[in-house]
């Protein structure tokens, strides 16, 4: 047995055992752990950010710890186990990769990524519409930049960026009238328009537009700590602070890396 497999099984007997004999394992269901695989996504996704790749290990295992649990969870009502949702996969990754497994032939990555939602509409035997496999619960930005990824799967797209940024200023003008008219509810509307065709620009410019918010905020967050720090020091608070000295120490923090 080699080591990946004799790994997998230690954990599946682990998780027997935890389930047998722990008190909080073994009060879980499927509902309950719900909300946990959600904050060990965002703790991987950090991770990813920070290029830790330690931490990526461990939050990986976290998740790998989930799919066991729900597959044990499963396995006591005879739903399914640990070998439907791998065996499920692997049926699921050789339909969806011909180009590797059939003779179908790709060019390019583009290629492949069409050919994978083509093949996700055919697995529902068209029983769902284009865009129904998008989560309802996704956030927002993730929301819209998968909903265009999946439009351009079936030929609904934009040609040339060119013609995406003429639709980003289009939007910015109709999101300023509204602005000017103070028309509170159609700004809304179309600001929600601009966000849209921002994000259908980064697609195009191959920017993954939630991985770029994040490294903003994560740099606000540094330059804003920093700040208030300066503050601290010469014993005020950022409240008591006038505009032009907060910008001194703002500018400051922009130098650090």
């Not at 461990?58 to 396995?75: P, Q, R």
């Amino acid at each position: 047995m080699d080591a990946r497999a004799e790994a997998f099984l230690r954990l599946l007997k682990i998780m027997d055992e935890l389930r047998e004999q722990c008190p909080w394992d073994k009060k879980q269901t499927i509902e309950s752990i719900r909300h946990l695989t959600i904050e060990e996504t965002f703790e991987l996704s950090d991770a990813i950010l920070k290029n830790d790749l330690n931490e990526i290990k461990k939050e990986l295992g976290d998740i790998l710890l989930h799919i066991v649990f729900y597959s044990k969870i499963a396995s006591e009502t005879n739903q399914f186990n640990i070998s439907d949702v791998i065996n499920t996969l692997c049926d699921k990754l050789i339909f969806r990769h011909p180009h590797i497994y059939a003779d179908v032939k790709v060019e390019n990555e583009d290629d492949v990524k069409q050919n994978w939602e083509q093949l996700k509409q055919k697995e529902k035997d068209g029983n769902k519409t284009v865009l129904s496999g998008v989560p309802n619960s996704m956030p927002a930005l993730l929301k819209a930049y998968r909903i265009q990824e999946k439009a351009r799967a079936v030929g609904f797209d934009w040609e040339h960026p060119e013609q995406v940024f003429e639709k980003v200023k289009e939007e910015l003008n109709e999101f300023e009238n509204e602005i000017k008219n103070k028309n509170q509810n159609e700004a809304e509307k179309e600001f929600g328009d601009v966000l849209f065709s921002l994000i259908n620009y980064a697609r195009f410019l191959k920017i993954n537009p939630e991985d770029a918010l994040e490294q903003t905020n994560k740099k606000f967050i540094h330059r804003f700590n920093y700040m208030e720090q300066k503050v601290k020091e010469n014993g005020k608070q950022i409240a008591d602070c006038k505009l032009d000295e907060l910008d001194k120490y703002w500018n400051e923090a922009k130098l650090i890396k």
